[in-house]
Structures are given as C-alpha cells and as structure tokens.
C-alpha cells in the first residue's frame, strides 16, 4: 500500500515537531481547515490556529518528549486514511515513561490533489481504568521503544 509509508512519515514528522517544540514543523501537513484535540480535551481548528495554540504551548511549558508505536494504517474511503498509534511520554530531565500520560493518537489524512493533508489529529489519554495489566503492558512497550531510540543516537 502506497499510502502506508507516506502516512508514517506525516506522523513521524507530527511527533518530530511536538519533539522538538517546533509548532510550525508540527502543523507541516496540517489541511487549511485541520482540527486537533489535545489530550486534555482541548479542540483547536484551522492550520493557523492549531500553530498559534502550540506555539503558545512550546513558549509556556518544557513539553515532554513523545514515544510512539504505530499500530495501524489503513484505507477507509478512496483518499482516505486513518493511522492509529499508542503514545508515551518521557518527563523533561527524565528517562522513563510516564504511565498517566500514555495515549491512543488518531491522525485522520485525505489525499487532496496528489497531496496528503492531515484533517484531524486527536491525542486521547489510555487511562484504560480497571485494566491495570494492560496499561503496565503499554508502559512497558512504550519504554522499550524510547530505551531502543535512545541507544540507537547514542
């Protein structure tokens, strides 16, 4: 699938520029009409406005570093896509995980003339409330991911 790769490198490039407090980079691929719901509920629509708010965000606060897991791309409608991943965060100044931030993120793409465009990216927390072993499993999965990336720009 041609898409499948193209929508990994929009995402990866997504969490470079949240990783890197760099809200232009972040909203690279961002349609004109864009929406974006935070992880604490926040909704921000249009490209414009989704870079002013993470602007702001990146001017006010050390952001932790996001570690990602793509679980899924697929074709939902002809130009069409939808990529689900698992999200962990790793604390300014720290190394592992923090297991009450891990998220399910949901970044919806349309192909628009010969372009993808991310139309929606949602960050929904994985609090997964009474399922204590799965979110150890997550946590786990997730420092596993950010200990491999660490070593290997190391």
Known sequence: MEFDEELRAIYRRLIEGWNAADAAAMTHDFAEQ????????????????IMEHLAGVFA??????FVTLVRDVREVAPNVVILTANAGMV???????NP????????VAVRCEGRWQVELF????????????????LTAELQAAADASRSSTA
């Not at 604390?91 to 995980?97: A, V």
């Open 60 to 65: 006010n606060h050390k952001v932790a570093t």
């Open 34 to 49: 864009a929406n974006m719901v935070g992880f604490d509920g926040t909704t921000v629509n249009g490209r414009a406005r």
């Open 91 to 97: 604390p300014p100044l720290r190394s592992e995980i």
């Open 100 to 107: 009450a931030t891990n998220a399910v993120q949901t970044l």
């Open 122 to 137: 949602q960050n929904t927390p994985a609090a997964w409330h009474g399922r204590e072993v799965d979110v150890r499993a």
